[in-house]
């Protein structure tokens, strides 16, 4: 594999994103559209990096491998199963360690680059 170069994913037109998927509803919170754009997938599934975005709304967290996102456009907030509360916006980062479970809520439409493996 060679290097794997995700450029400008900022202003990456929200049209070239493949999926659309909406999540499980959280109780009758608005559900947001789920979005993404796959820069590499290792043979197997082992790592997946990419640019994913989610318009306004809540979900569950339904990755359960080890995450690492850069977050460049939106704001949200995840709170884990044991209460823990993180705001993201552009510039942060986090890592998500396998099995992290919690509640997203996206207040402004979020784009994030990530790498995910198992």
Same mark, same amino acid.
């Given at each position: 594999?060679?290097?794997? =170069?995700?450029?400008?994913?900022? *202003?990456? %037109?929200? /049209?070239? $994103?493949?999926?659309?998927?909406?999540?499980?509803?959280?109780?009758?919170? %608005?559900?947001? #559209?789920?979005?993404? *754009?796959? /820069?590499? +997938?290792?043979?197997?599934?082992?790592?997946?990096?990419?640019?994913? +975005?989610?318009?306004?709304?809540?979900?569950?967290?339904?990755?359960?491998?080890?995450?690492?996102? =850069? $977050?460049? /456009?939106? =704001? /949200?907030?995840?709170?884990?199963?044991?209460?823990?509360? $993180?705001?993201? *916006?552009?510039?942060?980062?986090?890592?998500? %360690?396998? $099995?992290? #479970?919690?509640?997203?809520?996206?207040? +402004?439409?979020? #784009? @994030?680059?990530?790498?995910?493996? @198992?």
């Amino acid at each position: 594999m060679g290097i794997v =170069h995700i450029v400008s994913p900022a *202003r990456t %037109p929200a /049209a070239s $994103f493949e999926g659309g998927a909406t999540p499980a509803a959280v109780g009758t919170l %608005p559900v947001p #559209r789920l979005a993404t *754009r796959t /820069a590499f +997938e290792a043979p197997g599934g082992a790592v997946e990096t990419g640019t994913w +975005e989610a318009s306004p709304g809540t979900f569950r967290r339904a990755i359960m491998d080890s995450e690492f996102s =850069h $977050f460049i /456009a939106g =704001h /949200a907030t995840f709170v884990t199963d044991e209460g823990q509360r $993180f705001e993201f *916006r552009a510039g942060d980062a986090a890592y998500f %360690p396998a $099995f992290s #479970r919690g509640v997203w809520t996206i207040h +402004e439409t979020l #784009r @994030k680059t990530y790498c995910v493996w @198992k």
